[in-house]
């Protein structure tokens, strides 16, 4: 009985519910507000308003009910529209651009990490990682599902900006598949690749107090990035203010431009709470603000 539970992937029945349940994520274009990729909007203007006189020349499709919060969107689903070529209102920049980041997200039968023989790591576990662990391989973690998420997140933030140094804010998937095979392969689930989950957990483990299997915080992944960026990418610098949201000029100088060096791109990642489930409205304002920067890579949370 144990080792059919065991066998049993839980996400990909989750997966197949969403696939029913969860609409794709579609753009409000009765808010007039203009969208932003991480390039001028004034890029998406044009194309916004194209969008919104075609979609008021014809009536929208009648859109599923909005899930309920806990439920993650799914935007691999092929079910929740049928039409062909649905775009869900957003202008075309926007999904070229959307289609250029790169993402990581749980994985399976990667290389086993192996378990913490410390007594403590099992209670430092999430209740259902404890009920997985007891039922699957007593000997190591060949999945992140249920705790990986926020290493998923800094994987795909640290991706995302080494490619806007190597490639170029305008790059599009496809324009140089070589560089970014190479690219990918340094997040592989391999304890070859540098950014590989094993190396985050790694680090984690041994610098952070947190065991593998355990759920990481965002201050947990900043320091794993910092650590493991560093000394692998010549071209970038990262600086992470901690559990704080203060940045001290002094501090991010020794880490942009050590003595006798030029000034290096840094990742400036800032450790901040904006609510307990939700964003709390108060920081909407500043939230969107900071991410209209340039300069901004998003968020990882």
Known sequence: ??????????????????????????????ADEPVWAKVPSSALEDTS????????????????????????????????????????????EFINDFEARFWMTYRSDFEPIQRSS?????????LSMRIKS??????????????GCMIRSGQSLLANTIALLR?????????SPQEER?????????PRAPYSIHNFVKHGASACGKYPGEWFGPSATA??????????????????????HDVYQDSFMKVAKPEGQDFHPTLILVGTRLGIEKVTPVYWEALIASLQMRQSVGIAG
């Open 1 to 30: 009985m144990e080792n059919t539970l065991a066998n049993v992937d839980l996400g990909r029945y989750r997966r197949i519910v969403q696939m029913f349940w969860d609409p794709e994520p579609t753009n409000d274009t009765t």
């Open 49 to 92: 308003r194209d969008d919104t006189l075609k979609n008021a020349a014809s009536p929208r499709p009648d859109l599923p009910g909005t899930p309920p919060e806990s439920t993650p969107s799914s935007f691999s689903s092929s079910l929740a529209y049928e039409e062909s070529g649905h775009d869900g209102g957003w202008p075309q």
């Open 118 to 126: 410390d007594p403590k790591a099992t209670s430092a576990m999430s």
């Open 134 to 147: 007891q039922l699957g391989d007593q000997t190591g973690f060949s999945s992140d599902s249920g705790w």
């Open 167 to 175: 490639f170029g804010r305008e790059w599009r998937r496809g324009a």
């Open 182 to 190: 190479q690219l990918i392969r340094m997040f592989a689930d391999d």
């Open 223 to 244: 320091r794993c990035i910092q650590a493991l960026a560093n000394p692998n990418e010549p071209t970038l610098r990262v600086y992470a203010t901690g559990d704080g």
